[in-house]
C-alpha cells in the first residue's frame, strides 16, 4: 500500500468515526421516529431544515447554557429541538421541552412574564409575541422563535404551532 493509499483510508476513518461519534451530549433523532416535528411541507410554507436534536436534562446547558437552572427546578427531563424555514422568509427553531408533569411545564410558561403578548388557543395555555409562540400542552413546553419578522410571522408561527400541538396529543 502507498503512502497516499494509508493518508486517504486515514482520512476515512477520521471522517466515519467523527460522523458516528459527533455531538457528544446530543442525539439525533431517528428517521423512523415518530415525533412532534412536522415533516417539511406538512404545514403550508414551513420546511424541516435540520434534524431534531436532543438533550437529555443534565445536558440542557449545553444548549440552554443560564437558563437550564430554572428547566431542571421545574422537572425538565430533556429538550428536543429543530430549525425550520417559512418560504424563504425567515427562518425558526422549534423548541420541545419533555418535562416530568404537566405541572413543571405550566410553572415555566406561567413564570415568564407576558408584557403585551397575545393569549391564542392553543395547547393548555400559549402566547404569542411578536417573533414568538410559547405554549404548554400536559406535560410538554413548547417554544418557537423566528429569527426574523415579516408581515406574516405571528399566522404562520401560530399555523406551525397548531399542527404540533395536535401531533403532541398523539
Excluded at 1 to 8: E, K, L, V
Excluded at 13 to 23: E, P, R
Excluded at 134 to 141: A, D, I, P, T
Excluded at 157 to 162: D, E, P, S
Aim: hydrophobic letters at 40%.
Amino acid at each position: 500500500m502507498t503512502r497516499t493509499g494509508a493518508a486517504f483510508r486515514g482520512v476515512l476513518l477520521i471522517a466515519f468515526c467523527t460522523v458516528v461519534f459527533g455531538d457528544a451530549g446530543c442525539n439525533r433523532e431517528p428517521q423512523t421516529k415518530v415525533t412532534a416535528f412536522p415533516a417539511s411541507d406538512e404545514v403550508a410554507g414551513w420546511m424541516k431544515t435540520s434534524d431534531a436534536r436532543t438533550f437529555e436534562a443534565a445536558d440542557l446547558w449545553k444548549y440552554i447554557d443560564g437558563e437550564a437552572e430554572r428547566y431542571l427546578k421545574a422537572g425538565v427531563r430533556r429538550v428536543s429541538t429543530a430549525d425550520y424555514n417559512f418560504e424563504n422568509k425567515f427562518e425558526a427553531v422549534v423548541d420541545i421541552y419533555t418535562m416530568a408533569s404537566a405541572d413543571g411545564a405550566k410553572n415555566v410558561f406561567e413564570s415568564e412574564r407576558a408584557g403585551d403578548a397575545q393569549f391564542v388557543q392553543v395547547g393548555d395555555g400559549a402566547r404569542l409575541h411578536g417573533q414568538s409562540l410559547v405554549f404548554h400542552k400536559g406535560s410538554y413546553l413548547v417554544r418557537i422563535v423566528a429569527y426574523q419578522e415579516s408581515g406574516r410571522t405571528q399566522h404562520a408561527l401560530l399555523q406551525l404551532g397548531q399542527v404540533i400541538e395536535q401531533r403532541l396529543a398523539r
